[in-house]
């Protein structure tokens, strides 16, 4: 069963590590708010996955250990050595307390990468305001670009008015 939770923890352990890689590789892309959002809720989920793994093992270990007792009494009641189950629960507690150690560190590496994705989503946040911030100046250069080339027009179209009276000016003083 310890080989089993193993295996299990193993192959949850791999899977978050593909899932942590491609959210890293959508992050360096800048992430849209729904994948965002999706990665979220797979980390969410790896967490849980790796605490339903943390829990079962747990309670492996603990019928490990009842277990192990068991055989103890058996021992003593057939007077073998009880040196065997000793070792063997102290080298389940050793497995126990390893397994720990890797849990917890996955368990930090997890929150480091929703930390990661949260400062990401702040960013693409600042972007968007940014962008919005530019589209309202563009806007407003746009309307100032074309009021001014609509006073230009009207510029040109009383030079052309003045010019034709001057020209029809000037032969008419000559005479």
């Known amino acids: 069963q310890l080989c089993e939770a193993r295996a299990s923890l193993s192959l949850a ?15 360096s892309n800048m992430v849209p708010n ?27 270990v603990q019928q490990t250990r009842r277990q192990l007792l068991r055989t103890q009494r058996t021992n003593i009641r ?51 305001e940014e962008n919005r911030a530019f589209a309202v100046a563009l806007q407003a250069a746009e309307l100032k670009q074309k009021s001014t080339e609509e006073k230009n027009q009207l510029l040109e179209e009383q030079a052309l008015a003045l010019k034709q009276l001057i020209g029809t000016i000037t032969p008419a003083s000559l005479n």
Do not use: M, Y
Not at 13 to 27: D, R, S
Not at 101 to 127: C, H, P
């Open 78 to 128: 057939l007077c073998c050595p009880l040196q065997a189950a000793v070792e063997q629960a102290e080298g389940l507690e050793q497995s126990l307390r390893s397994v720990e150690a890797v849990l917890a560190e996955r368990v930090a590496q997890l929150k480091d990468a929703q930390a990661q994705l949260s400062r990401n989503k702040l960013l693409i946040e600042d972007l968007h």
């Open 13 to 27: 352990q791999t899977q978050h590590a593909l899932q942590l890689q491609q959210a890293e590789a959508w992050i």
């Open 34 to 60: 729904k994948q965002f959002e999706q990665l979220q809720s797979s980390l969410r989920e790896e967490q849980c996955k790796v605490q339903h793994l943390q829990e079962d093992l747990t309670l492996q």
